[in-house]
């Protein structure tokens, strides 16, 4: 069965660097999100993304935040100068077509720890 | 936008017994409904959802019941075993955009054995 893939898996960053996250959506999907997790929390929504442009964003998802497709499969997010609070899972989420009965995919997340 | 409510934080049952957790969604043109499944450090699996032209669905020992008119929708383990012990969240898309999800606070739930 097809799956949506990111790495790092985990990833340890120094505050104030930036970081890249990666993820290979599902092949025929056409909408990617991500989201966040902190330690103990919900999952919250931070983007959306489709046709090669950010389609919704959350409060969360500021300047610090930004994301691309490169190169027609990894979908990434950047998170620039890093504070400890960006401490969190990061999940990758992607799904067929635009339609609410749809169910959305999740990657296996990347837990990023800024020190 | 919508917001979704999840009850109750915590749950702890003795194994074999039944388990319910209970989630309100706002926005009344949400019509699909997931339930996921989360363990510690991995991501949410999807163990069920209903859509909004059924009001239960059922899968083995695993139900969701869904009213639409009072916009809440509950999941039903029984037969409870200590490997459902996990965080179960519930989800509702929102009704316009790019229908992401919504997600409840989740609700810890342990089987005792």
């Known amino acids: 069965e097809p799956e949506v893939t990111q790495t790092p898996s985990h990833q340890v960053t120094q505050m104030g660097q930036e970081v890249i996250l990666r993820c290979v959506p599902i092949s025929n999907h056409l909408y990617f999100y991500w989201y966040r997790q902190i330690l103990g929390q919900k999952v919250e929504f931070l983007v959306s993304?489709?046709?090669?442009?950010?389609?919704?964003k959350s409060e969360i998802f500021d300047d610090q935040f930004s994301v691309e497709r490169p190169d027609g499969s990894n979908f990434t997010l950047k998170i620039r100068s890093t504070k400890l609070e960006d401490s969190a899972m990061y999940f990758c989420?992607?799904?067929?077509?635009?339609?609410?009965?749809?169910?959305?995919?999740f990657g296996e997340g990347s837990w990023l720890t800024v020190v | 936008g919508e917001n979704v409510e999840q009850h109750p934080s915590t749950l702890s049952v003795q194994e074999g017994d039944s388990a319910v957790i209970k989630c309100t969604y706002s926005?009344?043109?949400?019509?699909?409904f997931p339930w996921y499944k989360q363990e510690l450090g991995k991501r949410p699996q999807l163990i069920i959802d209903?859509?909004?032209?059924?009001g239960e669905k059922k899968d083995q020992r695993i139900a969701v019941t869904l009213n639409k008119t009072a916009k809440h929708f509950s999941l039903h383990i029984t037969e409870t075993q200590p490997e459902d012990s996990a965080v179960y969240f519930c989800?509702?898309?929102?009704?316009?955009?790019?229908?992401?999800?919504?997600f409840g606070t989740g609700t810890r739930l342990k089987v005792l054995a």
């Open positions: 989800a509702a898309p929102t009704s316009s955009g790019t229908y992401k999800y919504i």
């Open positions: 926005d009344s043109a949400s019509n699909y």
């Open positions: 209903i859509r909004s032209n059924v």
């Open positions: 989420a992607s799904r067929p077509q635009l339609s609410s009965g749809n169910t959305i995919y």
């Open positions: 993304f489709y046709n090669n442009e950010i389609s919704e």
